[in-house]
């Protein structure tokens, strides 16, 4: 049985490392269909390919399976992102029925405009350190088991506390503020485009944020989270979550929340 969706945008699948978590999308791509599937960079490292591949059978059907969708009547729009940038080269074009754009202006079913591109572009406004980005929430609750374990051997070696947990605190501070500016530098962006919203991937971070009335959407990856930005027939957004036990993570904030997002000072 398949879900039905208007549309669906995925990006961060990073084809052809041992990152990808292609199972996962695999199951996701033969169990739900769309209208549109907007393909937000990202999709194949070409990148890290270059280094070493790791191009699987699964790999190879979920390639196909996008190309028979795209036959089949869902419309496909590849956005090449920083790691397959080569793609950049072949916007304008159409291959095996998906257009190759650089960006988007995407209109939902209730009528508003979304700029749709992979996010790579702000990577100079907001510094983006990888380091940071390999470093997030679920980190937490290893790291005090780590701080635990480092200052167990501490103690048995007859060294002071040292708090382990602290260092690595900073660093997932910093990296809650890069994705703050992250978010921030995309509002600004819709704002600039006179557009209702944002949507992109690129930091791996799924997400909404809602501010002047601009929504900003972030459909995650395939890497560690799993997940896609999905319009409902209804037109609703919904960031949702998929494995063995696929779920929604969040809906499009009905009201403004509160959000207090540092300016950039740099
Ligand atoms: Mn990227």
Same mark, same amino acid.
């Given at each position: 049985?398949?879900?039905?969706?208007?549309?669906?945008?995925?990006?961060?699948v990073h084809l052809g490392?041992?990152?990808?978590? =292609?199972?996962? &999308?695999?199951?996701? !791509?033969?169990?739900?269909?769309?209208? /549109?599937?907007? #393909?937000? @960079?990202d999709i194949i490292d070409l990148?890290?390919m270059?280094?070493?591949?790791?191009f699987?059978?699964?790999h190879?059907?979920?390639i196909?399976?996008?190309?028979?969708?795209?036959?089949?009547?869902?419309?496909?729009?590849?956005?090449?992102?920083?790691h397959d940038?080569f793609f950049?080269?072949?916007?304008?074009?159409?291959?095996?029925?998906?257009?190759?754009?650089?960006?988007?202006?995407?209109?939902?079913?209730?009528?508003?405009?979304?700029?749709?591109?992979?996010?790579?572009?702000?990577?100079?406004?907001?510094?983006?350190?990888?380091?940071?980005?390999?470093?997030?929430?679920? =980190?937490?609750? &290893?790291?005090?088991? !780590?701080?635990?374990?480092?200052?167990? /051997?501490?103690? #048995?070696? @007859?060294?002071?506390?040292?708090?382990?947990?602290?260092?690595?605190?900073?660093?997932?501070?910093?990296?809650?503020?890069?994705?703050?500016?992250?978010?921030?530098?995309?509002?600004?962006?819709?704002?600039?485009?006179?557009?209702?919203?944002?949507?992109?991937?690129?930091?791996?971070?799924?997400?909404?944020?809602?501010?002047?009335?601009?929504?900003?959407?972030?459909?995650?990856?395939?890497?560690?989270?799993?997940?896609?930005?999905?319009?409902?027939?209804?037109?609703?957004?919904?960031?949702?979550?998929?494995?063995?036990?696929?779920?929604?993570?969040?809906?499009?904030?009905?009201?403004?929340?509160?959000?207090?997002?540092?300016?950039?000072?740099?």
């Amino acid at each position: 049985m398949q879900t039905h969706y208007h549309a669906i945008f995925i990006s961060d699948v990073h084809l052809g490392t041992r990152a990808c978590q =292609a199972q996962h &999308l695999l199951d996701f !791509l033969t169990k739900t269909d769309c209208e /549109t599937l907007y #393909l937000v @960079g990202d999709i194949i490292d070409l990148q890290e390919m270059k280094k070493k591949a790791h191009f699987t059978e699964e790999h190879r059907k979920i390639i196909s399976l996008i190309m028979k969708k795209a036959r089949t009547g869902t419309k496909v729009i590849y956005i090449p992102g920083n790691h397959d940038a080569f793609f950049r080269q072949l916007v304008g074009q159409s291959i095996a029925g998906i257009d190759i754009k650089l960006n988007d202006v995407y209109t939902s079913l209730d009528g508003r405009q979304f700029y749709v591109s992979h996010g790579d572009e702000f990577d100079q406004i907001v510094k983006v350190s990888p380091i940071l980005l390999a470093i997030g929430d679920r =980190a937490h609750g &290893l790291m005090l088991r !780590l701080n635990n374990w480092v200052n167990g /051997t501490r103690k #048995l070696l @007859g060294l002071p506390y040292w708090s382990f947990a602290h260092y690595l605190k900073r660093h997932i501070n910093k990296a809650k503020q890069f994705i703050a500016r992250f978010e921030l530098a995309a509002l600004k962006s819709a704002e600039s485009h006179n557009v209702d919203g944002f949507i992109c991937g690129h930091i791996h971070f799924a997400a909404f944020r809602q501010q002047n009335g601009k929504l900003y959407c972030n459909d995650g990856d395939w890497v560690e989270n799993c997940s896609a930005l999905v319009e409902s027939k209804q037109g609703t957004l919904s960031l949702i979550h998929w494995t063995e036990n696929p779920h929604t993570i969040a809906q499009e904030p009905a009201i403004e929340t509160e959000w207090n997002a540092k300016p950039i000072t740099h």
